[in-house]
């Protein structure tokens, strides 16, 4: 068996139940109440309706989870199709909407508590007043978003066994309501406006069907589970609230739910007249259980979003750090918990219906990406790239899709009005968070605006200029070039420029001029000639050098105190990719006084840094030293950037105690690398004297760091330093940064 | 081989399975094999499934984490073979990788921390120890960051 089938151990049940244990949450055992009375009759119609819209998108989400199974469910598809404005769009609501959801449901969940307790009313803390309900919300948040911050799997198995008991009691309750249904018994019909009304806000009972998608590379067979999974779900979800509804206004007399005060729970005191007492302690039991389970799920399912907004660097990688003992993604975990906790009191202390309000914002967010999810799937569709191979296809395409956009949609428009203001702020939010953050992060450009760039011509010019402005700039590749002398200028650009073209990127020229302590900065850089004559020159031979390798530059002056420290502040300011400066005794003075704040530059660098010792540079023939690892493997990529530009002949060394299995290593990586038409050489003996020996014959050795720190090393006089003074050619140091996986490292990315 | 006359533990040393958390965790327990020169390692990486729920950690990122802890191992035993395991219970997805691999003795590192934390992460300290059907090597705790 594969590893990728390892991995996948969800079969069709535990697939299903992740749809049923999400979206049966508060909504069916705290909103029926509240529907009745505003549609009437049409109650049972309000979920209907709300299943069909589900529906739609439900079909969209299984097509497009056949197609990517990625984790990140409906924020990966809206991101991959429609790009990363949409998609931050698509990833703030899904990751808020889940945070919303979250803490509806343990308002319900605390109503619940509130209610077998018995006690009601108001505490004061200080200046605030808070109910009691939001308290124990409070306190059952931060109790669900513990154990998955320690990620007890117990929980998982224990979601199965919850649906399965909440079926069977929603079950009962329908078939013994079913017996004494009285179609007689429904309230007035209240017409169809109310009746949206109520689909608006009981639309939060059907959150969480996309939630299947986002671990749809753990399922097995996906092609065929997923979709039975996702529709299945909401298909049964719909007939179970349909028929708790039909039983709720139809098996007692009408006006009994209308009659129900505000301390009560309309199911639990229909069960109560329908079942005994022992009805009503199982709707409170299933309440608990079906809350607990959906609030368990979406924090889940939360994490799963910002990990692949953290993929594509719309929000922060770093929030995806794995735990050291619990291997959760803890900070992810810990921010949504903090999230949720903040929305319960919120909830509570904006006043009104604290359950509507968080219901209201919850589905707000979910009908925007459902909205946007139908769209992604026409765009999909239509640019049709080759990779896209759903195994499902929606039906009656492009009706249903479109039809499933409009209704999303449309249903936002009865959504109380504070939390569609509220929502559109959100919405608002997130589209500047693109433009201020994300933008110049992420990389990732969507197959729509690719299909609309790459027909510019027969599309309206105002869908391409839009296409164009809101193009992420993230993978501009910016190399940075310090230049002191002017004699390694040429080759120091050369070398610049040849990285930034592999990488479609631009050089940064940067000449900085060390000035006395005693100068003020403002002073020299007004008077920047009596320090310097003379002091452009150096930048205007470098924009020459750049032009003419056909290569964009730009070109700066720094005035500074300390020259060799100056080049980790500019690189960190300017956001460089890759440095590349030279060193050697005539190169940026000596860095200083300050030893310590060198330790902490070298060890955390800001950029990839490739050092050159520079004495003639002459690509001709490369000699690459390796005995693996990601420091040779960068130096390999440099290398192969360098043989795209000047035809270089590159040679890898590998010195091992056995020639034969040295040749063995040294053939496996330079293939796994990609690296062609090279030379192996594997010598046994003193790794430092065959370094020299082998680089007699070359003209430019390149050295990957092989461990954290090699800058300071180098500076400070290490064996390093030794083997860049005794051989005779030229040196690239290379070291990378060490922010990035291990993983990219080594692929030399 | 050195033809040393301590065969017991030449022959313990032949072939150490190394199961590994993390990048961090790699690289700490990789450090602290190193001066016992074990003659072959196999690094171990157990992905922890739910078992028909869904997982901690998205898969894309546990097997990246396993390449990274594999990285770490062989920036110490640049020869070192990697084993990855996909099961809910870590510590029989050991034993089930120490039959596989063949290896002569498991070699772990002890992640400390008090009863309650050990409980919560799901310690396999004793599991380890108690059930194995090979030896058992318990490294020295000591704090490779300084």
Not at chain 1, 26 to 43: E, K, Y
Not at chain 1, 277 to 286: N, R
Not at chain 1, 308 to 321: F, V, W, Y
Not at chain 2, 5 to 32: F, G, K, S
């Amino acid at each position: 068996m594969s590893d990728q089938e390892l991995a996948k151990d969800l079969g069709p049940l535990a697939a299903l139940t992740i749809g049923v244990g999400t979206m049966i949450g508060a909504g069916i055992f705290v909103l029926p109440g509240d529907a009745v009375t505003t549609a009437g009759s049409l109650a049972v119609a309000a979920f209907v309706v709300g299943g069909a819209i589900a529906l739609l998108t439900a079909l969209s989400a299984s097509e497009l989870g056949t197609a990517m199974p990625k984790s990140g469910g409906a924020y990966f598809y809206v991101n991959h199709a429609l790009g990363p404005l949409f998609g931050s769009v698509a990833g703030w609501a899904n990751w808020l909407g889940l945070a919303f959801a979250s803490a509806f449901y343990m308002v319900g969940f605390g109503e619940y508590i509130q209610l077998i307790v018995g006690i009601s009313g108001a505490v004061s803390l200080g200046p605030i007043s808070l109910d009691v309900a939001t308290l124990i919300a409070v306190v059952g948040g931060a109790f669900f978003v513990g154990v998955n911050y320690v990620g007890a799997k117990e929980t998982g198995a224990l979601q199965n066994v919850i649906v399965i008991i909440l079926v069977a009691i929603l079950a009962v309750f329908t078939f013994v309501g079913g017996l004494q249904a009285d179609i007689s018994n429904l309230p007035a019909n209240e017409g169809y406006g109310p009746m949206l009304t109520a689909t608006g806000f009981i639309f939060v009972s059907y959150l969480g069907f996309v939630q299947i998608t986002s671990v749809a590379e753990e399922i097995k067979e996906p092609g065929k589970n997923l979709p039975r999974a996702v529709i299945g779900s909401v298909v049964l979800v719909t007939a179970i609230y349909a028929l708790v509804l039909f039983v709720m206004s139809a098996s007692l007399e009408p006006g009994f739910i209308a009659g129900i005060g505000g301390n009560q729970i309309a199911v639990v005191e229909v069960a109560d007249v329908l079942l005994g007492p022992i009805g009503a302690v199982a709707m409170l039991f299933g309440g608990l259980l079906a809350t607990a389970s959906s609030a368990n799920a979406s924090i889940l399912a939360s994490s799963r979003i910002n990990f692949a907004m953290g993929r594509d660097e719309i929000i922060t990688p770093s929030l995806n750090e794995i735990h050291p003992r619990f291997s959760t993604p803890y900070k992810s975990i810990a921010i949504t918990g903090g999230l949720i906790l903040a929305f319960i009191l919120a909830g509570d202390l904006v006043g009104g219906n604290a359950i509507l309000t968080l219901s209201g914002a919850a589905s707000f967010l979910h009908l925007v990406i459902y909205g946007l999810l139908n769209i992604s799937l026409v765009v999909m569709r239509t640019a049709d790239p080759e990779e896209y191979q759903p195994d499902f296809r929606v039906p009656l395409y492009p009706f249903t899709p479109i039809l499933g956009a409009i209704t999303s949609f449309a249903l936002i428009a009865y959504i109380e009005p504070g939390v569609r203001l509220f929502g559109t702020a959100i919405i608002g939010a997130s589209i500047l968070w693109y433009v201020f953050y994300a933008r110049t992060r992420t990389t990732k450009q969507g197959i729509l605006s690719e299909y609309i760039l790459s027909r510019s011509d027969t599309m309206p010019d105002a869908a391409v200029t839009a296409a164009e402005s809101v193009r992420p700039d993230g993978g501009q590749h910016r190399v940075m070039v310090p230049l002191a002398n002017p004699e390694h200028e040429e080759n120091l650009v050369t070398l610049a420029a040849a990285v930034a073209k592999h990488h479609n990127g631009v050089v940064d020229a940067v000449h900085i001029v060390t000035v006395p302590d005693q100068t003020s900065l403002e002073y020299a850089s007004d008077h920047i000639e009596e320090h310097e004559e003379d002091y452009h020159a150096i930048l205007d031979d470098a924009r020459q050098h750049a032009e003419r390798l056909g290569v964009g530059i730009n070109t700066r002056t720094i005035v500074s105190h300390r020259g060799f420290e100056e080049i980790f502040d500019a690189a960190r300011t300017h956001e460089a990719d890759t440095v590349v400066m030279g060193w050697g005794p005539d190169s940026h003075g000596s860095p200083g006084r300050a030893e310590s704040a060198l330790d902490e530059l070298a060890t955390s660098l800001p950029a990839d840094f490739l050092v050159v010792r520079d004495r003639g540079f002459n690509p001709d023939r490369i000699l690459i030293p390796t005995r693996g690892g990601p420091g040779s493997a960068y130096a390999a990529s440099i290398a192969s950037f360098i043989q795209d530009e000047y035809g270089s002949e590159i040679t890898l060394l590998h010195v091992a105690d056995s020639v034969a299995e040295g040749e063995e290593f040294l053939e496996e990586w330079a293939a796994e690398r990609g690296l062609s038409a090279v030379t192996l050489k594997v010598e046994s003996g003193d790794v430092r004297e065959e370094i020299v020996r082998a680089a007699e014959d070359a003209s430019l050795l390149i050295v990957g760091a092989s461990e954290r720190g090699l800058l300071v090393r180098l500076v400070r006089g290490s064996p390093a330093q030794q083997i860049v003074d005794d051989v005779d050619c030229s040196v690239i140091l290379a070291e990378q940064q060490q922010n990035r996986s291990i993983v990219e490292r080594l692929l030399g990315r | 081989m050195n033809g040393s006359d301590a065969n017991t533990e030449q022959d313990m040393l032949a072939h150490v399975l190394l199961p590994v958390a993390n990048e961090e965790d790699a690289l700490a327990t990789a450090t602290v094999l190193e001066p016992y020169q074990p003659e072959h390692v196999t690094a171990l990486h157990v992905v922890e499934k739910g078992g028909g729920v869904p997982d901690k950690t998205p898969v894309e990122q546990s097997e990246s984490l396993a390449e990274e802890s594999f990285a770490a191992v062989r920036e110490v035993f640049p020869d070192a073979d990697d084993h990855t395991a996909y099961s809910r219970d870590i510590a029989e997805a050991i034993f089930e990788a120490a039959d596989e691999v063949g290896a002569s003795a498991i070699a772990y590192r002890s992640r400390g921390g008090n009863r309650l934390m050990q409980l919560l992460s799901g310690d396999i300290s004793l599991t380890l120890v108690t059930d194995a059907d090979r030896p058992v090597i318990a490294l020295p705790r000591v704090d490779s960051d300084k």
